[in-house]
């Protein structure tokens, strides 16, 4: 009995004595071994930051025309609601009240549309004429009679001609509108004088009756505009972290359909102010177009009937009503250095060193995705991570690592085209 309380207490001695040794072993005397069961690489891939709205596509625009009746007496409707409608389309007549009234009245509506049509060509001029430097940064202007284009352009020359372009599909747009109802005004004018009395309203719009007053309250119609737009809602805390501008995802829940977009629009104030209640914002998205109708508008070398075709094939491909699913993209970053959540321990990640050492790196982190985090700073692509418990680890200590042998292949191993692989192997035997 007395023999094996010795004999546990030799054990227990030898024990503290060697815990105490290396605890007293400032010098790194003593050699310490840690065990890593697993290593993953750093990798680069692309890291974002998004937040997952639900959303619902409507029109980008509803276009009302208005009725008085101190122009003249109504007369009839020449179209019903639900229809679609194009550019030039007859919508109503009226009998005008007063001639010569309703001649001045059109006339100046068509000098200003006329001055207003000029201006916008003069911009588009000016803006074609406009060559962006190799690098630039400030604001782009042309000489011209008309007004001078300000528009700030940002330094790198691919996205200034990106802006570019943007702006130019934009001004045709403009131009186009502006066209139709000049030659709406035109239309109205001519008829007037012919007959005397009549004048018969078209469409300066392209798209969907929805609204048709009978009772000739104001508006009299409303088209919606074929073009789409997503719309959803932010809440009071989503609103903080979301800015004007931010692209977007779209997935389209009726058919397998992604789009792309940006957020165009949030709404400065709540829909209801309330203490109790809460703070919702509605935003909205613009749809990008696709590269080949981009190009078609920058280029302007399609008709107009393909052009009206095309439309009305989107229009039956997507629907105002269609609900969808969006992805704001607030923070990406592209290329990123990656390590798995489980890598990091406390700010800090095992790596191995150039010497085969394991070493203790602070490193920086930057977004969050999927268990993945970014390393800004600390370490690069290609580097190995250590995975375990980091009581397991010693900063420069001497690593092992469980043997695979699913990966093990003798054949490989003794293959030819690794010079001295003997020596190297019983040097291993020998060195543990």
Partial sequence: MRRRRFILAGIIIFIGVNYLLLFLDKEQKVDRLAYVSEWLPAFQTDMKEEINKPGVLSPMQENHLYFSEETGEFQEFLMEGGVEVQV????????????????????????????????????????????????????????????????????????????????LIEKKKELAAKEAELSSIEAQLNELEATGDTITVESPYEGLVTEVSTTLDAPLLTIAGKELQAEGEFTEQERIRIAEGLPVHIQVDAKVMALEGTLEKIQKTPENVSIKGKSIYPFSVAIKEDEEEQQENQENMVEQEES?????????????????????????????????????????????????????????????????????????????????????????????????????????????????????????????
């Fill in 88 to 167: 030039g389309d007859p919508l109503y007549t009226y009998r005008v009240t007063n001639y010569y009234e309703t001649v001045a009245e059109l006339e100046q509506q068509q000098r200003k549309l006329t001055g207003e049509v000029q201006a916008v060509e003069g911009a588009i001029s000016d803006m074609n004429r406009y060559q962006i430097p190799r690098s630039t940064q400030g604001t782009a202007t042309a000489d011209t009679e008309q007004p001078t284009i300000q528009i700030e352009l940002p330094e790198n020359p691919v996205e200034a001609a990106m802006m570019k372009d943007q702006y």
């Fill in 308 to 432: 009206a075709e095309e439309s009305h094939e989107e229009a039956e491909e997507l629907l105002p009503g269609y609900h969808v699913n969006l992805s704001i993209i607030t923070e990406e970053s592209k290329d990123a250095t990656v390590l798995f959540e489980k890598n990091l321990y406390a700010g800090a990640v095992w790596k191995m060193n150039d010497n085969g050492k394991l070493m203790k790196q602070k490193v920086e982190t930057g977004l969050y995705m999927a268990s993945m985090v970014e390393i800004t700073k600390g370490m690069k692509a290609g580097e190995w991570a250590a995975t375990e418990r980091e009581s397991q680890f010693r900063h420069q200590a001497t690593f092992i690592t469980p043997l695979q042998w699913y990966k093990f292949k003798v054949k490989e191993v003794v293959s030819s085209k690794y010079e001295d692989w003997g020596k190297y192997f019983v040097t291993g035997l020998l060195s543990r």
